[in-house]
């Protein structure tokens, strides 16, 4: 099995390349090793939770009308909630911890993931990571400019499950 996440999807892809003896070979797209909440997403989850904490809360009480119900389904806030807030208790997930080959895509601009490559530079080199930096991309761009983010992730599968 191979596995690939973008941002959310990442962080997973993160656990099973660790966890299970099943997968061959994983792509982390947007997120780093580590912790799965950062100080930057700790801030981001605070400011989402002040936001839409309330909201959450009232659906699940029942206590929404209809209209405001839908909405908040529709947007999934009542989940994202909770799982952000599950996050922030998830363990640390090393990249010497990645049992199958491994790799890390970000865009240049996303300042989380080039802050970690930075400071764990010299531990990466014992790892089955391979880091793979596009210019100017920002974690949007990761995930909505595939035309650039799919030949390189194709690339490594094929390299690393020996696709011809």
Same mark, same amino acid.
């Given at each position: 099995?191979?596995?690939?996440?973008?941002?959310?999807?990442?962080?997973?892809?993160?656990?099973? @390349?660790?966890? #299970?003896?099943?997968?061959?070979? =994983?792509?982390?797209?947007?997120?780093?090793?580590?912790? %799965?909440? +950062? *100080?930057?997403?700790?801030?981001?989850?605070?400011?989402?939770?002040?936001?839409?904490?309330?909201?959450?809360?009232?659906?699940?009480?029942?206590?929404?009308?209809?209209?405001?119900?839908?909405?908040?389904?529709?947007?999934?806030?009542?989940?994202?909630?909770?799982?952000?807030?599950?996050?922030? @208790?998830?363990? #640390?997930?090393?990249?010497?911890? =990645?049992?199958?080959?491994?790799?890390?895509?970000?865009? %240049?601009? +996303? *300042?989380?993931?080039?802050?970690?490559?930075?400071?764990?530079?010299?531990?990466?080199?014992?790892?089955?990571?391979?880091?793979?930096?596009?210019?100017?991309?920002?974690?949007?761009?990761?995930?909505?400019?595939?035309?650039?983010?799919?030949?390189?992730?194709?690339?490594?599968?094929?390299?690393?499950?020996?696709?011809?």
């Amino acid at each position: 099995m191979i596995v690939l996440g973008y941002s959310f999807g990442g962080n997973i892809a993160r656990y099973l @390349g660790a966890w #299970s003896d099943r997968v061959q070979a =994983i792509a982390v797209i947007g997120v780093p090793f580590g912790r %799965a909440v +950062n *100080k930057e997403f700790n801030d981001y989850i605070d400011v989402f939770i002040e936001k839409y904490g309330a909201l959450s809360q009232a659906y699940e009480e029942g206590t929404l009308n209809e209209k405001k119900r839908k909405s908040a389904i529709k947007g999934r806030i009542p989940v994202w909630v909770a799982c952000f807030q599950a996050m922030r @208790g998830w363990p #640390s997930i090393d990249a010497s911890e =990645i049992k199958c080959p491994a790799l890390l895509l970000a865009g %240049a601009k +996303n *300042k989380s993931v080039m802050d970690w490559i930075e400071e764990d530079s010299s531990s990466l080199k014992r790892t089955r990571v391979q880091i793979e930096i596009v210019d100017g991309f920002t974690h949007q761009q990761e995930f909505s400019q595939i035309d650039k983010v799919y030949p390189i992730v194709n690339s490594f599968f094929k390299k690393e499950l020996k696709v011809i």
